[in-house]
C-alpha cells in the first residue's frame, strides 16, 4: 500500500483579533491508499480544520502536507484549485450544491473547470457519476425536488465525477434521519470497496463503527488513532 | 471554461431576476439609445445645412471688399470699399475658370407699391446671378443684360416681397416705388426659404446693378461680387484665379496685402459642416453622460449580485474553479447584459430615429459607424463597470465564501 496522504506537523492558527486560536496543534496523519477512515470529537476540536487543510481548501499555518507524494502546502491558488478539481471530492454537512440548478449540471460542475485533460463528453460522465450513486432516474432534478439523501448522494457523484484519489466528507450524515445516513454510509462502503480513499469526520458513533480506521481529536490534536474491524477495536 | 458554457451560466443567472436583469439593462438601453438618436438628428442637420449651402450654388466664389488698417487697428471688412464694376468686367473678359460672374450692390429701401409699404433689402445684380445662385422667376421674366446696360428702372420681388405688397395677386407689370423713382416689376422669385442661419432669403428685391449703384445707392463702390467656378473641384484654383486678376486691377505691389476677400462656397460648407460637426459630438458626448450612468448602474447590481451568490462562488471554487473562472464568469454576465441593453437600445434608436424623421419631419440620420461604435461602447461598459465586482468575487476564499450566510 502507498500513502495517499502524509501530513506532518500541521497547525493550523487562526488570528482572532487580539487572540491567537490554535485550531491545530502539529497533528501527523498518514492515509493509505484504500483506506476508509471517520475522525471524530467535539465541536471545536479541529475536525473540520483538519478536513479543510486535506481537502486543499485552506492552507495550513505550518507544517508538511504531503497528497499523492506531492508537497502542497505551498501551492499558489491556482495550483491549489486545480488540486480541489483533480485529486480530492470533498462532501459537505449541508450538501453546497448550486441551487435551481439540476442535478446533472451540479455534478457536471467540476468536470467544466478541469484544465488538465480534454473532456470529451462531460455530460455522460456526469450521468455515469450519478448512475453510480443510485440516481440514474432523477437527473433533470433540481436540489429542492429532492430529498435529504438524495441531495447528499448528487453531492458524492459531484465529488466523484473527476475521478479522484480520495473523498472527504465534512459529517456527511449531520443533517440526514438515520435511515438516509445508513444508506449514505452504505455508499461511502461501495465506493470504497471500489478502492477510493475515503475520510469521514462524524459525531455519531454508529457511523464512525462503519470505518475501518477511527481517529478521535480533541483540542486541535489526534489523541486516538485505532483500527477497526467490524465493531471490535483492536 | 468554455465559451458556451459560459453564456449559459451569465444567460440562467440573468433571468432568475428578470425584472432586476431589464432594469439594469434599461440604464444601457437609454443609454446607448440617447447616443444614437442625437448623433443622427445632428448628422440630419448637418445634411440639412451642407443641402442648404449646395442650393446656393455649390461651386459659387464670392469676393468681398477687404479691410483696411490704420496703425495696427483694424478698421473692419468693408471698411477699406475697393470693389467697382470695373473689377466684375475685368473677371469676365480674364478668368478662365468661371462660367458667370455677377456684382451685388446691397442697398436698403423702403418699397411703397399697391396699397402697403415694405422695407427691405435691394440687391442690385446681373442677370447671371440666377445662374449663380440658382435661383430663378416663377412669374414674370427676370432682367436682361440691356437693362443692365441702361440702367432700367425694373424690380424682380422676392417671394416674401411679393406677398407683403400684392398679397393674392401677380404683382408682374405693377407700378412700385422706392426713394421716389418709379420702378416696374418684371418677375417674381421662386421661394427659398430660411438661410442657415435664419434670415429670410425671400425677403428681398432685385434690381440691375447699375440701376441700384448709380440710382440708389450713389457712388462707385459694389457690395460683393460673385462667380461660379467651372466646378467644386475648380473652387480652389479659381479662387487664386481672381485674386492674381484682382490685385493686378487694384495696382497691388507683391507683398502688398489684399484689400478684398476671396472665398468659395466649399469653404463656407467646410466651414458650417465643421460648425454641425461639432454640435453632433457634444449632443453624443452629452448622451455618452448617460451611458456612463447606466454601466454604474450594471455594477452597482453586480455588486449585490456577488453578495448574494457567495455562497454559489464558494462551491464553484471548492469543486475547483479558479479565481479567473469566477472573474471570467461574472465579466461574462456584466457584459451580456450591457450588450443586451445596447442591442435593445440600438433597435429603438432606429425606431425613434424613422418616427423622427417619417412622422415629425425632422432629418435624422442613423450612421453605421456610429450604431457600431455604440454597441462596442455598450460592451466596453459591461468590461469597466463589470470587472471590479467580478474581481471582488474572484479573490473570495472559498472557505469564507462557503460558511457565508
Redesign the interface.
Known amino acids: 500500500m502507498s500513502a495517499v496522504i502524509e501530513a506532518s506537523g500541521i497547525s493550523k492558527i487562526y488570528q482572532m483579533g487580539e487572540v491567537e486560536v490554535h485550531a491545530l496543534r502539529g497533528v501527523d496523519l498518514t492515509v493509505e491508499d484504500g483506506e476508509f477512515i471517520s475522525i471524530m470529537g467535539a465541536s471545536g476540536s479541529g475536525k473540520s480544520t483538519l478536513m479543510n487543510v486535506l481537502g486543499c481548501l485552506d492552507h495550513p499555518t505550518s507544517g508538511e502536507y504531503l497528497l499523492n507524494g506531492r508537497d502542497v502546502s505551498e501551492l499558489n491558488p491556482n495550483e491549489f484549485a486545480e488540486v480541489r478539481n483533480t485529486r480530492i471530492g470533498f462532501v459537505f454537512q449541508v450538501f453546497n450544491l448550486l441551487p435551481r440548478t439540476t442535478a446533472l449540471d451540479n455534478v457536471e460542475l467540476p468536470l467544466l473547470y478541469d484544465r488538465t485533460r480534454r473532456i470529451k463528453d462531460p455530460r455522460a460522465e456526469a450521468v455515469a457519476a450519478l448512475e453510480r450513486v443510485g440516481l440514474a432516474d432523477r437527473i433533470t432534478h433540481e436540489p429542492n425536488q429532492l430529498s435529504g439523501g438524495e441531495r447528499q448522494r448528487v453531492a458524492i457523484a459531484r465529488a466523484l465525477v473527476n475521478r479522484p484519489s480520495i473523498i472527504l466528507a465534512d459529517e456527511p450524515t449531520g443533517n440526514l434521519d438515520s435511515v438516509m445516513s445508513l444508506e449514505i454510509m452504505e455508499l461511502f462502503g461501495e465506493l470504497n470497496a471500489q478502492g477510493i480513499t475515503i475520510i469521514i469526520v462524524t459525531h455519531e458513533h454508529d457511523i464512525a463503527e462503519a470505518t475501518g480506521r477511527i481517529i478521535e481529536m480533541k483540542d486541535g490534536a489526534i489523541i486516538r488513532d485505532v483500527v477497526n474491524v467490524g465493531g471490535q477495536i483492536e | 471554461?468554455?465559451l458556451r458554457?459560459l453564456l449559459k451560466i451569465a444567460i440562467k443567472s440573468l433571468t432568475?431576476n428578470r425584472m432586476r436583469s431589464l432594469l439594469t439593462s434599461l440604464g444601457v438601453i437609454i443609454g446607448v439609445g440617447a447616443v444614437i438618436v442625437m448623433v443622427a438628428i445632428g448628422q440630419g442637420a448637418q445634411a440639412d445645412i451642407e443641402a442648404q449651402i449646395t442650393s446656393l450654388g455649390a461651386n459659387m466664389v464670392m469676393i468681398f471688399p477687404g479691410s483696411s488698417w490704420s496703425r495696427g487697428v483694424s478698421h473692419g471688412a468693408g471698411s477699406q470699399n475697393r470693389l467697382t464694376l470695373d473689377d466684375a468686367d475685368a473677371i469676365r473678359e480674364r478668368a478662365t475658370l468661371v462660367t458667370a460672374v455677377s456684382t451685388e450692390v446691397r442697398v436698403n429701401a423702403q418699397i411703397i407699391g399697391g396699397d402697403s409699404n415694405w422695407n427691405t433689402s435691394i440687391q442690385g445684380v446681373d442677370p447671371e446671378y440666377q445662374e449663380i445662385r440658382d435661383w430663378y422667376t416663377v412669374s414674370g421674366e427676370f432682367f436682361t443684360e440691356r437693362d443692365v446696360r441702361a440702367k432700367a428702372k425694373v424690380a424682380v420681388l422676392g417671394k416674401t416681397v411679393a406677398d407683403n405688397l400684392f398679397p393674392g395677386s401677380d404683382p408682374v407689370g405693377e407700378r412700385i416705388r422706392i426713394r421716389n423713382t418709379p420702378f416696374k416689376v418684371v418677375g417674381v422669385l421662386e421661394a427659398k426659404g430660411q438661410s442657415a442661419y435664419g434670415s429670410d432669403r425671400d425677403d428681398v428685391v432685385m434690381m440691375p446693378s447699375t440701376t441700384a449703384l448709380y440710382r440708389l445707392a450713389g457712388g462707385r463702390y459694389i457690395s460683393r461680387i460673385f462667380a461660379s467656378a467651372v466646378s467644386i473641384e475648380a473652387s480652389e484654383a479659381a479662387e487664386e484665379e481672381l485674386t492674381a486678376i484682382l490685385r493686378e486691377e487694384h495696382n497691388l505691389e507683391p507683398g502688398e496685402e489684399d484689400d478684398f476677400r476671396v472665398r468659395s462656397q466649399a469653404e463656407f460648407l467646410e466651414t458650417a459642416t465643421e460648425t454641425s460637426r461639432v454640435m453632433t459630438l457634444l449632443l453624443g458626448a452629452v448622451a455618452a453622460v448617460s451611458l456612463v450612468v447606466g454601466g454604474i448602474g450594471i455594477m452597482n447590481i453586480m455588486l449585490v449580485s456577488v453578495t448574494e451568490r457567495t455562497?454559489?462562488i464558494?462551491?464553484?471554487?471548492?469543486?475547483?474553479?479558479?479565481?479567473?473562472?469566477v472573474l471570467v464568469q461574472f465579466l461574462t454576465e456584466a457584459i451580456v447584459l450591457a450588450l443586451v441593453g445596447g442591442t435593445v437600445g440600438i433597435l429603438l434608436a432606429v425606431g425613434v430615429s424613422v418616427f423622427l424623421d417619417r412622422v415629425i419631419g425632422m432629418t435624422a440620420i442613423i450612421s453605421p459607424v456610429i450604431v457600431a461604435l455604440a454597441f462596442c461602447f455598450s460592451g466596453a461598459v459591461g468590461v469597466f463597470f463589470g470587472y471590479y465586482p467580478a474581481r471582488k468575487a474572484a479573490r473570495l476564499n472559498?472557505?469564507d465564501a462557503?460558511r457565508y450566510e
Open positions: 471554461m468554455r458554457n432568475r455562497r454559489e464558494g462551491i464553484r471554487l471548492a469543486v475547483g474553479a479558479r479565481g479567473s473562472d472559498p472557505i462557503l
